[in-house]
């Protein structure tokens, strides 16, 4: 069965920085987007970051400029490298990919989520 995992959480420093590693693994066909949402304590999930096969990027406003998504078509891995970050950048951060498996059926795919926390 398809898993996507994410892994590279932790605590860090207002103006630190963490990178979020996600990969899926399974009978998969193709990858048609992978992304990375949040979901603080008491708040909706929300987008942070996705990116598509072509590697085409969008950004939720919030974090312009500040985080990059980057992907490995290769591997089925899509990274997020957060920098200056800060203390309303904690929450829980889910991995999603939007895929083909090899029984042609199409389907969203979580993982588990990582917890980031930006405090001094």
């Known amino acids: 069965q398809v898993q996507v995992v994410e892994s590279g959480g932790g605590l860090v420093q207002p103006g630190g920085s963490l990178r979020l590693s996600c990969v899926a693994s399974?009978?998969?066909?193709?990858?048609?987007?992978m992304g990375w949402y949040r979901q603080a304590p008491g708040k909706q999930r929300e987008l942070v970051a996705t990116?598509?096969?072509?590697?085409?990027?969008n950004y939720a406003d919030s974090v312009k400029g500040r985080f990059t998504i980057s992907r490995d078509n290769a591997k089925n891995t899509a990274d997020l490298q957060m920098n200056s970050l800060k203390p309303e950048d904690t929450a829980v951060y889910y991995c999603?990919?939007?895929?083909?498996?090899?029984?042609?059926?199409?389907?969203?795919?979580w993982g588990q989520g990582t917890q980031v926390t930006v405090s001094s």
């Open positions: 399974g009978p998969i066909l193709r990858i048609n987007a």
């Open positions: 999603n990919a939007d895929l083909i498996t090899h029984w042609g059926t199409r389907g969203n795919y």
């Open positions: 990116i598509t096969n072509g590697g085409n990027t």
